[in-house]
């Protein structure tokens, strides 16, 4: 890339949603020649792709604006905040464009409006995965935007849209591209991945000259061929869900679902307009077990929803027990600008929310140490991250990078990106440790 290529700075905020999209903004900018600023002073341009999904996200990225204009002065805004323009612009006039989330083309447009692209085909080469900002081992592989359900407490709709699901044949293609890249881990993601292809009636795509259904089942039979590991996140438990639990069993895709439950009480899940069978979900994991005994299930829960008695929240807690989710998370529950959930009565007092999530994480807590526990002695497969001075922390297949716990293997120090054999020798609430058997 020639020395006088133009510059462009590039701030990511947000979900794993929006990772995808900055890589693809990042992989045109590029492909088209520009070079990539490490700082704000080197750049003739700064992007910034904003989360606008709860109150402290719109904060960030808007102090992330406000950075920006004044280390730089020529920012472009884009992702979910950028839907609400409006409230961008009057706290920052100065700001060149504005555009929603996933909209590749009018960034590359305002970029190209403010300084032109200086391609060089000779000397600029882009992988064929494309730009990439997560390590080399492990790579977000989205297969659709936008989701269809309509819950009280969320905004992504208005955000992103109704669901849009990617031709089968790009996703694979995509996803062959990685793994011949080096990628060791594929995690699948969208707002809805389980209902991937029902916007597109499960239309037929090819791959490597063979049809193939655009369907979360057979995507994830596909998937599994790659030989890699390959996870699911944000997999609501529809039917058909059950189909894939034989291919974790099978060893084909990692025995893990990211599902978001969000509660157990049948009248908060009403008010939510969430899927309100939580004694259904409880014997569907129970059958899933039978079948897979290694499935690893991570969840989300919301305390403190409006209305929200102390009998409802004993019932998640309930639940919680009786479920024995290997990780979980809970939040407050928090007023979101445009959530019809704002509009319901009897709210909960913020200390009487931070109160049921503490209490709430309490039981979690004692849940994960015992099952933890339940851990030691065994031989598992883990995916090596990061380098220690004496160790090395690693993923067992139960674990997603960033928001799982993770597998110390002391005394070693190897290499990220490597699949090794360990035996655990103890655990905490939520990490496990061992020792090396082979690499």
């Not at 904060?59 to 992702?79: Q, R, Y």
């Not at 009487?352 to 140490?369: L, T």
């Amino acid at each position: 890339m020639s020395k006088n290529s133009p510059s462009v700075g590039f701030v990511s905020l947000g979900c794993p949603k929006a990772l995808v999209d900055s890589e693809r903004i990042l992989t045109q900018l590029k492909t088209e020649g520009y070079k990539i600023s490490a700082s704000y002073d080197n750049a003739d341009v700064v992007v910034i792709n904003t989360c606008g999904f709860i109150d402290s996200a719109i904060k960030e990225s808007l102090d992330a604006i406000g950075e920006a204009i004044e280390e730089n002065g020529k920012v472009i805004v884009t992702g979910c905040l950028g839907v609400d323009s409006k409230k961008i612009l009057q706290a920052y006039p100065e700001v060149l464009a504005v555009s929603g989330p996933h909209a590749y083309e009018e960034v590359m447009g305002a970029v190209h409006q403010q300084v032109k692209p200086a391609h060089d085909p000779f000397l600029d080469l882009v992988p064929p995965q494309g730009i990439k900002l997560t390590p080399r081992h492990y790579a977000y592989l989205k297969i659709s935007e936008g989701c269809n359900h309509r819950c009280t407490f969320c905004i992504i709709p208005s955000l992103r849209g109704d669901l849009v699901s990617r031709p089968i044949g790009d996703i694979m293609q995509e996803a062959e591209n990685l793994a011949k890249a080096g990628v060791k881990e594929l995690l699948v993601v969208s707002q809805d991945t389980s209902a991937y292809g029902v916007d597109i009636k499960y239309r037929s795509g090819f791959w490597q000259g063979r049809p193939i259904k655009s369907h979360i089942q057979q995507l994830s039979e596909a998937l599994g061929k790659l030989g890699i590991w390959v996870r699911l996140h944000y997999v609501y438990p529809y039917p058909h869900v059950d189909k894939i639990i034989p291919l974790m069993a099978e060893g084909k895709i990692l025995p893990y679902l990211d599902i978001p439950f969000q509660h157990a009480s049948h009248d908060i899940l009403k008010k939510m307009r969430r899927p309100a069978h939580a004694e259904k979900s409880l014997e569907r994991i129970a059958k899933w077990r039978e079948i897979c005994p290694e499935l690893a299930i991570r969840s989300t829960f919301i305390a403190g929803f409006p209305g929200e008695t102390e009998a409802d929240f004993e019932l998640m807690l309930d639940f919680l027990r009786e479920a024995r989710l290997n990780r979980v998370g809970c939040f407050a529950y928090s007023s979101v600008e445009g959530a019809k959930a704002n509009a319901l009565a009897n709210p909960i007092p913020e200390d009487e929310k931070q109160d049921r999530v503490a209490r709430f994480m309490e039981v979690q807590a004692e849940i994960s140490a015992a099952k933890l526990s339940g851990q030691i002695g065994k031989h598992i497969t883990v995916l090596t991250d990061e380098v220690g001075d004496d160790f090395t922390i690693a993923r067992s297949s139960a674990d997603a990078p960033e928001i799982d716990g993770v597998v110390f293997i002391e005394g070693e120090r190897l290499e990220s990106g490597q699949f090794a054999e360990v035996e655990i020798t103890h655990s905490s609430e939520h990490d496990l440790w061992g020792r090396l058997l082979s690499s």
